[in-house]
T-cell receptor
Framework: SQTIHQWPATLVQPVGSPLSLECTVEGTSNPNLYWYRQAAGRGLQLLFYSVGIGQISSEVPQNLSASRPQDRQFILSSKKLLLSDSGFYLC????????????FGPGTRLLVL | QKEVEQNSGPLSVPEGAIASLNCTYSDRVSQSFFWYRQYSGKSPELIMSIYSNGDKEDGRFTAQLNKASQYVSLLIRDSQPSDSATYLCAVNRGGFQKLVFGTGTRLLVSP
């Protein structure tokens, strides 16, 4: 069966510090991968998605970046965090077909102080 | 107009009642529809998927799809306090690799 992992689970970082969040998927190959952010009490905001190694599509302009160095690994990064980067970061994977379901990881809660 | 619209709620129902959650979408070429449940502080989990017009039942949950009206609903029978959560509607448009999510409806089931 497929599983998706995210780490760390929680993170407290000072403003201006770098960020690296990692997501890995097991039990599937060539998945579509997604990074979402959810601010407190708000909806899901799609940040990036990837349909293959090295292929990244950005949905919103921001100081975050994403990379996909391996088929089942997706990384979210920032060189300098802003207060507004605080939130709940969710990684998700989905198969290739139109009817494929999307599954979410457990999430990383980030607080920027 | 938002691509996927949901009433933010909260929708309050007593234990044992039927909860009805609604979602409308704007793009007629949408082909796949999903309902997720999200407990506070947790990640969304899939409840139901539906692809054809009509009803699809799974235990206490029934998803209803009407493509002509661009309307998807989720019925929860015999609502339990443990059903209290935010319910997210998601839509996949044909040929696109990403789901579009509504902002969610908060459901409160009182004992």
């Amino acid at each position: 069966s497929q599983t998706i992992h995210q780490w760390p689970a929680t993170l407290v970082q000072p403003v201006g510090s770098p960020l690296s969040l990692e997501c890995t998927v097991e039990g599937t190959s060539n998945p579509n991968l997604y990074w979402y952010r959810q601010a407190a009490g708000r909806g899901l905001q799609l940040l990036f998605y990837s349909v293959g190694i090295g292929q990244i599509s950005s949905e919103v302009p921001q100081n975050l970046s994403a990379s996909r160095p391996q088929d089942r690994q997706f990384i979210l990064s920032s060189k300098k965090l802003l207060l507004s980067d605080s939130g709940f970061y969710l990684c998700a994977w989905r198969g290739r077909g139109l009817q494929e379901t999307q599954y979410f990881g457990p999430g990383t809660r980030l607080l920027v102080l | 107009q938002k691509e996927v619209e949901q009433n933010s709620g909260p929708l309050s129902v007593p234990e044992g009642a039927i909860a009805s959650l609604n979602c409308t979408y704007s793009d007629r070429v949408s082909q796949s529809f999903f309902w997720y449940r999200q407990y506070s502080g947790k990640s969304p989990e899939l409840i139901m998927s539906i692809y054809s017009n009509g009803d699809k039942e799974d235990g206490r949950f029934t998803a209803q799809l009407n493509k002509a009206s661009q309307y998807v609903s989720l019925l929860i029978r015999d609502s339990q306090p443990s059903d209290s959560a935010t319910y997210l509607c998601a839509v996949n448009r044909g040929g696109f690799q990403k789901l579009v999510f509504g902002t969610g409806t908060r459901l409160l089931v009182s004992p």
